[in-house]
């Protein structure tokens, strides 16, 4: 009787060990997918979406900083690379962060990084010609994510910062 | 039984009991195997290649796009510093002193983490909403109703945890989180 469940038994403990790594592995592909088509909806593909701030309203990932404001671009190096400008905030935190589509950052600068200068990033895959300036960030995957963030000190700096966080630019070349 | 059969019924157990366990895991939160200091949770390879699988999934269900611990470092708490978890009717006393990085802010979320509704419209408390005294020591309270001072409402959550986030570290906040001074949560009473 036993002999004869041994090797399904066997099987099953098998597969549902690669069941659960292949379930570990595609959650975060299949996260970031869902992520990139929500924030993809607000602006067309290698452009800024500049959103207002996060409130109980106003939701579009999961735990957002209310003290912070945020800008995204959902990239596709398909066509080729993406360059991305950002605009420096006096005085302030600020940061540009590359996602891949596994969800790891790629890249992360700063404020304190670029000593207040603004960031030239360089989106590109392996084989892709850098753009003169700019700060090759090398991707495996096509897609994925770049996020501005900018401390606020309080809401009323709001109109003032997003004037200047939206000579921000992401283009493809 | 014939053997296809035993195959298959072991077969597609083992398939639904692997993804079941694994989603199982993934809920759990970002608090499960990771660095503890009083009420507060942590880790260190957030957002990071070196991320194991179960981590970078807890993160993207939980915390998705999170920056990487040189630039900032998330800390959360679901329990008070006497190991009661978090309810939305009673009042905390949040206080701590100086925190080893260059900004902080401490966040209210339910469930997976979601922003609370509140008639105040106020959703965390940064460093900039404190006020401090001359050894540098704040406190806020965190409570359904109105209260004096700081106050950071819980809404009409029954459950809630609080993410205290630093932004731009200290290398010994990096390194040794654990031994960090971080703030207290302490219970003050329910409704």
Redesign the interface.
């Known amino acids: 009787m036993m002999r004869?469940?041994l090797?399904?038994?066997v099987?099953?403990?098998?597969?549902?060990?690669?069941?659960?790594?292949?379930?570990?592995?595609a959650?975060?592909y299949a996260?970031?997918y869902t992520?990139l088509q929500k924030i993809g909806q607000r602006a067309t593909v290698n452009q800024f979406a500049f959103a207002s701030m996060?409130?109980?309203?106003n939701?579009p990932?999961?735990?957002?900083?209310?003290?912070l404001s945020y800008s995204s671009c959902v990239f596709d190096l398909s066509k080729g690379p993406v360059l991305v400008d950002v605009a420096p905030v006096p005085g302030r935190?600020w940061?540009v962060?590359i996602?891949d589509a596994?969800?790891?950052?790629a890249a992360?600068r700063?404020d304190?990084d670029t000593n207040g200068k603004p960031a030239r990033l360089a989106l590109v895959k392996k084989g892709q010609k850098v753009a003169a300036g700019y700060e090759p960030v090398i991707l495996a995957d096509d897609r994925g994510?770049v996020?501005i963030r900018i401390?606020l000190?309080?809401p009323q700096e709001f109109p003032t910062v997003d004037a200047i966080r939206r000579k921000s630019t992401c283009k493809q070349i | 039984m014939k053997a296809w059969l035993r195959y298959s019924l072991c077969i597609a157990l083992g398939l639904i009991g692997g993804v079941a366990f694994a989603v199982h895991q993934v809920r759990g939160g970002l608090n499960d195997g990771r660095i503890s200091n009083g009420p507060w949770d942590t880790g260190k390879s957030f957002g990071s290649v070196d991320a194991s699988t179960l981590t970078r999934a807890k993160v993207a269900l939980s915390g998705l796009l999170a920056l990487p611990a040189k630039e900032a470092m998330y800390f959360t708490a679901t329990r008070d510093s006497a190991g009661r978890a978090l309810d939305g009717r009673c009042t905390y006393d949040v206080r701590g002193g100086k925190l080893d990085g260059r900004w902080w802010s401490i966040t209210l979320y339910e469930g997976e983490g979601w922003l609370v509704k509140n008639a105040a419209n106020r959703w965390s408390v940064p460093a900039s909403a404190v006020a401090t005294d001359a050894q540098g020591r704040w406190g806020f309270m965190v409570s359904p109703t109105p209260q004096t001072g700081t106050w950071l409402p819980t809404g009409s959550a029954k459950a809630f945890d609080l993410t205290l986030r630093l932004y731009h570290p200290s290398p010994d906040m990096i390194s040794v989180p654990e031994k960090a001074a971080l703030p207290v949560i302490e219970r003050k009473g329910c409704a």
Do not use: H
Request: one cysteine or more.
């Open positions: 004869r469940w090797f399904p038994l099987a099953g403990c098998l597969i549902a060990l690669g069941a659960y790594q292949a379930t570990l592995l959650t975060p996260l970031m992520a996060s409130t109980a309203d939701q990932i999961v735990r957002p900083s209310p003290d935190y940061s962060s996602f596994r969800t790891d950052v992360v700063s304190q994510l996020l401390l000190a309080n």
